[in-house]
Every structure is written in C-alpha cells, then in structure tokens.
C-alpha cells in the first residue's frame, strides 16, 4: 500500500503499489498525477508554481517550487514518490537561506507557521484517499514515546497508543537473562531502577521493556533513556552516589609503562636523563 509521512516541514510520499520498470523515463507514474493534483488543489488556495529553474534543465521536469506569501516550498518526484519541503526566508540561520535550516517548523514565524499547517492538514487529507499516513505523532511526554515504540515494535501486542503503561506494571519479558538487573533481580515493568549515564552520574527512572535486553527508562515527564539489562539495579548503601567517572588511559600511555615497569633502576636513571636532555620532562 501506498504511504505517505509528515517530519518537520517535509511532506513526502512512497509509491509502493507500482513495480519499478525499465523506462522509467518515459513512465508515467500513478503518483506524478497525484502530485499534480496536489499542485492544482494548492493553487486554488493562492500558491505561484513552475519548475525550478535553478535545477539543471535535464532534471528541471521533476523539480517545482512554489510560493504564497511568505511561504515557500520546493517539491521534486521520481519513480518511488515525490517530497514537497515547506520553509521561509524571515527567521533563518544558514546563509544560504531558510531552505538549508534544521527545525524549519519551529523557525516559523506565527502566521507562516499556521499557513503551513492549514496547507499540510489539507494535503494530508486529500491522500489519505490513496496513502497511509505513516506520519509519527507529536510525542510530547516520555510515556507517549514510550507507547508510540511499543506500538512500533512487532514485539510487543499493542496496535494503537489507546492503552495506559501503568497496564503492564508487575509484567516481564519471558526470556530470564533479559529480565536480570545488575545484581540478578528480575526487572518487572513498573519498576523503579538505577543507573550511571555515559559521564558517570547516577540516574534514575520507571522502567518498561523495549526488545531483548534492552529496558526503556522514563527519566521525568518529557525525557526517556534505553539501557541493557545490565545497567540497571536498586540503589543500596555500597553503592557510590556521587560521579563515577571511568578511568581511561590511552594505550600508548599503557603500553609505554608497562615497558618501563620492566626497566632496570640503571635504565630508568638514563630515560630520566635522555628526556631531561632533550626536554621532554
């Protein structure tokens, strides 16, 4: 089935019920058409469209841009599907332009923003005669992020963000040397459990299991974290609360004193000297 996603300000679309074939240049695709229509619909509404003639004329026929206002877009198609890219030239970073920004939606100045999304909203509508929207929702809290990964992964029964976590409190994965913390405990869903990030501060956060070994972790109202089974325990008084930050030496470092470590005195007195001499102390 056909399918099409919204991410930031790029909408675009996957033509999964045609087969590619071998003249693909001269194929009119079932979803050129629809780009077309999306185009029309797009200028009732007041939007200036024509090729871009910026593009090398060999490609130019596949490459259109777009303009209403002060939004502006750049669309191009091929023989899988086609992407139309929303953005605008008032709030920008790159110098090249706002084209070549990250985040061009929360860029968006207020008015340009709620034109965009009325435009979107009005294209999303019109494919979903032809496409599933596979668009990813806006997960704005950790357990909304943690229910869309469930409802993602073909490992877990869930087939809609419908469901409350707390549901699964007190359950396991069946496979034991997944289910095991730090010190052999069998982590349930629900779980309130401990572990170091990756500068050596202790964290912690409500637990629910992801696929294999690996535990998703609700740090606080927006934030999540996935750790291995392994990393996770239950705080006690041998443990550490302040950083613990991981002793790493370079080989090189490693390897030089273990020669030295095999040195004689009378050795180690001539590299004191031999550096001291070139100044390398």
């Known amino acids: 089935m056909n399918e099409f996603s919204v991410y930031d300000t790029t ?106 999304t009325l435009t979107v909203n009005r294209i999303s509508s019109f494919l979903l005669e032809f496409a599933q929207n596979k ?22 029964p869930q087939k809609s963000m419908d469901f409350d976590l707390s549901e699964l409190n007190g359950t396991t994965c069946k496979e034991s040397y997944n289910n095991t913390d730090r010190d052999g405990k069998t982590i349930f869903n629900g779980n309130l459990k401990y572990f170091r990030d990756h500068k050596g501060y202790l964290n912690r956060g409500i637990v629910y299991h992801d696929l294999n070994n690996m535990w998703w972790v609700i740090l606080n109202d927006t934030e999540i974290a996935k750790k291995a089974n392994f990393q996770l325990f239950d705080i006690s008084n041998k443990d550490i609360r302040k950083r613990m930050k991981k002793d790493i ?14 040195c004689s005195l009378k050795e180690l007195k001539n590299e004191i000297k031999r550096r001291l001499k070139n100044n390398e102390v």
């Open 11 to 116: 909408l675009s679309f996957t033509n999964n019920d045609e087969q590619p074939c071998d003249d693909w240049l001269r194929h009119k695709f079932q979803h050129y058409g629809l780009l077309h229509r999306i185009f029309n619909m797009m200028r009732d509404y007041g939007f200036e469209i024509c090729n871009d003639m910026e593009v090398s004329k060999i490609l130019r026929k596949d490459h259109f841009v777009g303009v209403k206002g002060d939004l502006k877009f750049k669309a191009s198609r091929c023989p899988k599907g086609f992407k139309i890219e929303f953005y605008q030239e008032l709030v920008t970073e790159n110098s090249n332009g706002g084209y070549y920004d990250f985040n061009k939606f929360q860029k968006m100045p207020y008015l340009i923003n709620k034109r965009y």
């Open 135 to 156: 668009t990813k929702p806006d997960c704005r809290t950790a357990e909304e992020k943690v229910k869309y990964a469930y409802v993602q992964s073909w490992r877990h």
């Open 249 to 262: 030496k370079p080989k090189s470092y490693i390897e030089k004193k273990q020669i030295l470590s095999q």
